[in-house]
């Protein structure tokens, strides 16, 4: 009895479009690009059998999800959920990123750092002695923990609705940062690792729950936006440091499906075990020599590459594209190392001839950019 959860989120906002931190606040609309995103993400999901509908009540994620409907021609209702809505951050909402990382340097630094301990003001507003027509407004102040808050709203929705859908195929169309919760709660990432996971504006991502919650989802995919004209995903911390594709081949029809991906893609260096030259010459012939190509005797090099880089914050501040051909097992082994989960093989559901791409910026921990990129169903 499994259920399967399509995640994805809003279209390009207007609020994203100007580079400002959005929270719960809800005067950001999607722009023409989003809701052209939303349309393009319901057609890629037209052929997939969907039993029901949830999504945040913004009207962001409410706009999404009502072109989502349409382009994938259901009748199906829409159901609005309060556990889908963005992370509460009060003082922040509306401000400019750059005004944050320049004026509140110390907040901003916790938030990336440790968002489990990163806290807020919150403002609430009552009323209070009323007495015939006179009316008294009253404001309380108190600590919120947005992250924390944010992952037992998480914990919450999944309590709630996956018993109602089993053996069923449900769509959630939410926040970027509820869904990094909700994949979070889902897999065991802990709320320290919350910037580890990158989402982007309608990528579609897939949970398998099968056994409710009482033991950990598989991750089908995350964050796929080919169907937006995306060779890879576009880079959330800067276009600094090194952004590492990771792929595995079994056969001649994975190795046509990653040359076919890999085409416009531009790579600076690969790597590979020598035992897979054969494949490296397949995935090279359509790259310049331009692209540096070192090969290992030692099968396991990745492992400790990565491990290596993971240890080195201080990155070449320039931006590096490599790809490395390594088993299924090491792809697992690290994404759990970049999640901070216990290693678990059936977590992580890797498709031959897809990409996972891993993203290690200038100063800050790696992230994964994508799973399974260019198949997410």
Same mark, same amino acid.
């Given at each position: 009895?499994?259920?399967?959860?399509?995640?994805?989120?809003?279209?390009?906002?207007?609020?994203?479009?100007?580079?400002?931190?959005?929270?719960?606040?809800?005067?950001?609309?999607?722009?023409?690009?989003?809701?052209?995103?939303?349309?393009?993400?319901?057609?890629?999901?037209?052929?997939?059998?969907?039993?029901?509908?949830?999504?945040?009540?913004?009207?962001?994620?409410?706009?999404?999800?009502?072109?989502?409907?349409?382009?994938?021609?259901?009748?199906?209702?829409?159901?609005?959920?309060?556990?889908?809505?963005?992370?509460?951050?009060?003082?922040?909402?509306?401000?400019?990123?750059?005004?944050?990382?320049?004026?509140?340097?110390?907040?901003?630094?916790?938030?990336?750092?440790?968002?489990?301990?990163?806290?807020?003001?919150?403002?609430?507003?009552?009323?209070?002695?009323?007495?015939?027509?006179?009316?008294?407004?009253?404001?309380?102040?108190?600590?919120?923990?947005?992250?924390?808050?944010?992952?037992?709203?998480?914990?919450?929705?999944?309590?709630?609705?996956?018993p109602r859908h089993?053996?069923?195929?449900?769509?959630?169309?939410?926040?970027?940062?509820?869904?990094?919760?909700?994949?979070?709660?889902?897999?065991?990432?802990?709320?320290?690792?919350?910037?580890?996971?990158?989402?982007?504006?309608?990528?579609?991502?897939?949970?398998?729950?099968?056994?409710?919650?009482?033991?950990?989802a598989q991750l089908?995919?995350?964050?796929?936006?080919?169907?937006?004209?995306?060779?890879?995903?576009?880079?959330?911390?800067?276009?600094?440091? =090194?952004?590492?594709? +990771? *792929?595995?081949? @079994?056969?001649?029809?994975?190795?046509?499906? $990653?040359? &076919?991906? !890999?085409?416009?893609?531009?790579?600076?260096?690969?790597?590979?075990?020598?035992?897979?030259?054969?494949?490296?010459?397949?995935?090279?012939?359509?790259?310049?020599?331009?692209?540096?190509?070192?090969?290992?005797?030692?099968?396991?090099?990745?492992?400790?590459?990565?491990?290596?880089?993971?240890?080195?914050?201080?990155?070449?501040?320039? =931006?590096?594209?490599? +790809? *490395?051909?390594? @088993?299924?097992?090491?792809?697992?082994?690290? $994404?759990? &190392?970049? !999640?901070?989960?216990?290693?678990?093989?059936?977590?992580?559901?890797?498709?031959?001839?897809?990409?996972?791409?891993?993203?290690?910026?200038?100063?800050?921990?790696?992230?994964?950019?994508?799973?399974?990129?260019?198949?997410?169903?």
């Amino acid at each position: 009895m499994v259920t399967r959860v399509i995640l994805v989120r809003h279209g390009q906002s207007t609020y994203n479009l100007e580079k400002r931190y959005q929270g719960c606040c809800d005067d950001s609309v999607l722009t023409a690009r989003g809701l052209e995103m939303a349309t393009q993400t319901g057609e890629l999901l037209r052929n997939t059998e969907i039993h029901a509908v949830y999504s945040s009540p913004l009207k962001r994620t409410r706009q999404s999800a009502i072109a989502i409907l349409n382009a994938l021609e259901l009748e199906l209702e829409l159901n609005s959920h309060e556990n889908l809505k963005e992370i509460e951050m009060p003082a922040w909402e509306g401000l400019t990123f750059q005004h944050v990382r320049q004026n509140l340097a110390e907040d901003y630094q916790c938030w990336k750092e440790r968002p489990h301990e990163f806290q807020m003001q919150r403002t609430m507003a009552y009323e209070s002695n009323q007495s015939g027509s006179v009316t008294t407004l009253t404001q309380s102040e108190s600590h919120c923990f947005p992250v924390l808050e944010l992952y037992a709203q998480a914990h919450y929705f999944w309590k709630e609705v996956l018993p109602r859908h089993l053996d069923e195929t449900i769509l959630i169309v939410s926040h970027g940062g509820t869904i990094r919760a909700l994949i979070g709660t889902a897999i065991g990432i802990g709320c320290e690792s919350f910037h580890t996971l990158q989402q982007s504006n309608c990528g579609i991502s897939v949970l398998d729950f099968p056994q409710g919650l009482q033991q950990p989802a598989q991750l089908k995919a995350m964050n796929v936006t080919q169907h937006l004209g995306e060779a890879i995903p576009k880079l959330k911390e800067g276009k600094l440091g =090194l952004r590492l594709l +990771l *792929a595995s081949a @079994q056969d001649q029809n994975s190795i046509h499906q $990653l040359v &076919q991906l !890999l085409e416009p893609i531009k790579l600076d260096l690969y790597l590979n075990c020598e035992s897979d030259d054969v494949l490296a010459q397949a995935l090279l012939k359509h790259h310049s020599e331009s692209t540096v190509h070192l090969k290992s005797a030692q099968c396991d090099f990745f492992d400790i590459w990565h491990q290596k880089l993971q240890a080195n914050s201080n990155r070449a501040e320039s =931006l590096t594209t490599a +790809l *490395a051909i390594v @088993q299924p097992e090491a792809i697992r082994r690290v $994404l759990a &190392q970049t !999640l901070t989960v216990p290693y678990n093989p059936a977590i992580f559901s890797l498709k031959p001839g897809t990409l996972s791409i891993l993203h290690y910026p200038v100063h800050h921990r790696p992230v994964l950019q994508a799973l399974n990129f260019s198949n997410p169903l």
